[in-house]
């Protein structure tokens, strides 16, 4: 049973364009998380969804980030117009189906901003 | 607010006996997790703990006081390979998010 599946590994932007975080859940699992860790700070919750349903996007900056999980294929998360503070390493986590369930955590993104 | 205190680095010996802390003030608890992370890799799951005491899992083991706010995680007979971060996280009732300490860096000299 593969785990958390995320895609790329590191990814460089500069300022002003986009990045594209991919996450595949473990199998079986329909809740995902996903969580930034800056530099020296702890993880940070953004947003939790299930299949085609944000349910809390509470930790995410109301502008420039966007996160789906359509009914086919992994989660998204999307940055507009990247900012060096941006600049962090994102972790997609999933559990299955009760949402108080153990979240596994993928391997991360690391973002850097140019 | 919410608050998660631990550490933020330790040092230890090979073979020896580690205990990592953790204070949380949050408003509502559920359950409290313990993760290891290795540099560059993705948290590893390592304990939870809802109710008072200790949870024994090999060479590792977690304590809970919930009306102290207080938990530890204990390392015995540490390997080279126990060096990462631990990470201490806490769940309240009715929401799913962790909240996440900032890790306690741990080494592990020979």
């Known amino acids: 049973n593969a785990g958390v599946m995320q895609n790329p590994r590191h990814l460089v932007r500069r300022r002003g364009q986009e990045a594209r975080l991919r996450c595949s859940p473990m199998?079986?699992?329909?809740?995902v998380y996903w969580y930034r860790q800056l530099p020296e700070e702890g993880l940070k919750f953004m947003v939790y969804?299930?299949?085609?349903?944000?349910?809390?996007e509470s930790g995410m900056p109301k502008e420039r980030f966007s996160a789906e999980f359509p009914k086919e294929g992994p989660s998204i998360l999307r940055i507009q117009q990247v900012v060096r503070g941006d600049s962090a390493a994102y972790f997609c986590a999933s559990s299955p189906e009760r949402s108080t369930d153990t979240q596994y955590f993928g391997p991360g993104t690391r973002l850097t901003v140019l | 607010g919410q608050n998660i205190d631990q550490p933020t680095e330790m040092t230890a010996t090979e073979g020896a006996i580690v205990q990592i802390n953790c204070t949380y003030q949050?408003?509502?608890?559920?359950?409290l997790f313990w993760y290891q992370q290795h540099a560059g890799e993705a948290p590893t799951f390592l304990s939870y703990n809802v109710l008072d005491g200790l949870e024994e899992k090999g060479r590792f083991s977690s304590f809970l006081s919930r009306s102290k706010g207080y938990s530890y995680l204990l390392l015995k007979e540490l390997q080279m390979k126990d060096s990462a971060s631990y990470l201490c996280?806490?769940?309240?009732?009715?929401?799913?998010?962790?909240?996440f300490g900032t890790g306690t860096r741990l080494k592990v000299l020979a």
């Open positions: 199998k079986g699992h329909s809740h």
């Open positions: 969804l299930q299949k085609e349903n944000i349910i809390d």
């Open positions: 996280a806490v769940t309240r009732p009715g929401t799913y998010k962790y909240i």
């Open positions: 949050t408003s509502g608890f559920n359950g």
